[in-house]
């Protein structure tokens, strides 16, 4: 079982972290290289000017609530999770658990539909919502993806992208929803202490990278050098990214693929929706030769998604698996 430590602050910071803030609209040789640096230092970085319309979002954030709002017995319906559908607490398949309730959902549009007249009173309309939610975000991780390649000097800007561009791609998209851990009446402003826990335990994402979005209330948090978490600001203006794992291998560990958590939040509710890009199952998963150097020899032996993805199943939630690719 993931669990929280006897007193979660005192391996945290107080001060939020304010990760890099990319414009997506600003000179794109710049943005490039604003990226890289951010996933070389941060693993995380938030985007602005995305291009995914507000219409989109909220249809989605619509949706996503009114399946969290119903009677647990109608939620039930979709579940359990196994693993796409819905499932509540437990997380995975060798024991963690949280305090989260969540939907998974494959991003393949038959998969959708089929799931919805489990999700929805109106299947045709939550399946639109997500559809239409899903190519939007998709549409931005390739942008970010050619952006990184083209940061990076790899001979092939598309090299990335086209990975989650493939119809067979594995890319998956949840939605998580993280209760209050009190139902009671917030205390007054001079006694402003609330009780935390985890809502979803430690972990780096295995996929190619996350493209996250939540409402305004803090959870996240990432774990920086040292091994201390600190919340990350939310901001319901941007989009929130982050590298994952098979990243950190294809750029030979020249992007972070960093741990992060999410706890509950007090007196509030949050709602997050995760965009993970990932390659078909049976794409081969290699170092470009540009990012191979003297230098920098080469750390991760080529794999498989399918690989990456059964290695990543038979782990606990926290557990690194990327050592098990080193060369």
């Given amino acids: 079982m993931v669990v929280a430590p006897p007193n979660p602050a005192r391996s945290e910071k107080l001060e939020p972290i304010e990760l890099p803030v990319i ?12 990226i890289v640096k951010a996933c070389e230092q941060y693993g995380f970085f938030k985007v602005v ?12 954030e619509e949706e996503g609530l009114g399946f969290f709002t119903k009677p647990v017995c109608e939620k039930q319906r979709a579940g359990p999770a196994g693993p796409f559908g819905y ?14 309730e969540y939907l998974l959902l494959h991003t393949n549009p038959s998969s959708i539909s089929q799931l919805s007249h489990t999700i929805s009173d109106d299947p ?16 931005l991780a390739c942008e970010i993806l050619d952006l990184m390649a083209e940061g990076l000097g790899v001979h092939d800007p598309s090299l990335l992208s086209n990975m989650i561009r493939d119809v067979d791609s594995d890319s998956m998209f949840r939605l998580n929803h993280y209760p209050p851990s009190s139902f009671h009446t917030p205390p007054p402003p001079h006694r402003a202490t609330t009780t935390t826990e985890i809502g979803f335990g430690e972990h780096t994402d295995p996929q190619m990278l996350t493209i996250l ?20 600001t939310p901001d319901p203006t ?9 990243l950190q291998a294809m750029t030979n560990g020249r992007f972070m693929s960093v741990r992060h958590r999410a706890l509950t939040n007090g007196y509030k509710y949050r709602m997050s ?53 080193l060369k």
Wanted: proline share 7%; aromatic share 10%.
């Fill in 23 to 34: 414009d997506l609209s600003a000179d794109r040789s710049q943005v490039s290289k604003l």
């Fill in 49 to 60: 000017h995305h291009g995914v319309s507000d219409d989109v979002i909220a249809a989605m």
């Fill in 87 to 100: 499932g509540t607490k437990s997380i995975g398949f060798n024991g963690d658990s949280g305090e989260v």
């Fill in 124 to 139: 045709k309309k939550f399946s639109s919502a997500v559809s239409g939610y899903i190519e939007a975000v998709k549409r």
């Fill in 213 to 232: 979005r939540s409402n305004d209330v803090g959870g996240l948090q990432i774990c920086v050098a040292g091994g201390t978490w600190v919340p990350v």
């Fill in 238 to 246: 941007a989009f929130c990214i982050n590298v994952g794992d098979v």
């Fill in 273 to 325: 929706m995760a965009y993970f890009g990932a390659p078909p199952p049976h794409a081969w998963l290699s170092v470009p030769p540009e990012l191979v150097t003297p230098r920098r020899p080469l750390l991760y032996r080529p794999f498989t998604w399918a690989e990456y993805k059964k290695a990543s199943y038979s782990l606990r939630l926290g557990d690194s698996r990327l050592q098990l690719f």
